[in-house]
């Protein structure tokens, strides 16, 4: 099964029969990934996320919106949001929490509607698993958003990782090879990116983004703010 994560939300919701959900990168041990961290209300958020959702406008599609915490801050703030997530389980959950215009679907087929704010959080950016997914995913981004619109993610700086090892000379290094296990089953093997701020506002510039970066806290992380030239 692929969808470790939607399962994991899934039993954290309906069931009792929870398992422990793990993320491993190819640098050490695998990490735990407390469910309940997908089940925040706004004043459990760290200040990244906060500062995010209060900066949404307008029409808001939550992208990789997973169990709808941030959707449901959202709609408490009178914002209309649309949460999008891959995951059916996923979906379910946030129907049943009381998520209100939910889709199931994968972003980069989605094409349906126009919207003024673009938001990806808790690293969701990390889908585009390239450098080069990344300028797809603005391409792509530039035609879901009304003028004046932006797109709201956050990312993270992982050059910390490799301060007793070597950089990998095949790819960019914030190209992380990672994979999920819960209970007994795990995933296979896939990329999620990590951007240091420069190369991202490189790329932003070059495909013809204004970006700001308007937090950065502690851990290596960023929030970002993009608009269109």
């Known amino acids: 099964m692929t969808d470790l994560p939607g399962k994991a939300i899934h039993d954290h919701f309906f069931s009792t029969q929870r398992k422990r959900l793990y993320v491993q990168d190819t640098f050490g041990p695998r990490v735990l990934m407390p469910v309940s961290y997908y089940f925040r209300n706004f004043r459990q958020m760290p200040e990244l996320e906060q500062q995010a959702l209060e900066l949404c406008e307008g029409r808001t599609l939550d992208i990789g919106a997973a169990a709808g915490s941030h959707a449901m801050e959202l709609q408490r703030m009178e914002t209309d949001v649309t949460a999008l997530e891959i995951s059916p389980l996923a979906c379910e959950v946030m129907e049943a929490r009381g998520v209100q215009q939910v889709i199931c679907g994968d972003i980069f087929q989605y094409a349906e509607g126009q919207y003024d704010t673009l938001l990806l959080l808790m690293n969701g950016i990390g889908l585009c698993s390239?450098?080069?997914?990344?300028?797809?995913?603005?391409?792509?981004?530039?035609?879901?958003?009304n003028p004046g619109g932006q797109l709201i993610f956050d990312s993270c700086d992982t050059v910390y990782m490799y301060e007793e090892t070597e950089m990998p000379a095949d790819h960019y290094y914030?190209?992380?090879?990672?994979?999920?296990?819960?209970?007994?089953?795990?995933?296979?093997?896939?990329?999620?990116?990590?951007?240091?701020?420069?190369?991202?506002?490189?790329?932003?510039?070059?495909?013809?983004?204004?970006?700001?970066?308007?937090?950065?806290?502690?851990?290596h992380q960023y929030l970002a703010v993009l608009t269109l030239d």
């Open 130 to 145: 390239t450098l080069d997914g990344f300028r797809t995913f603005l391409k792509h981004a530039a035609s879901l958003l």
């Open 174 to 219: 914030g190209e992380m090879t990672v994979r999920y296990e819960y209970g007994e089953l795990a995933t296979g093997w896939f990329t999620w990116l990590y951007m240091d701020p420069d190369t991202m506002q490189e790329i932003a510039t070059a495909e013809g983004w204004t970006s700001e970066i308007v937090f950065r806290d502690d851990q």
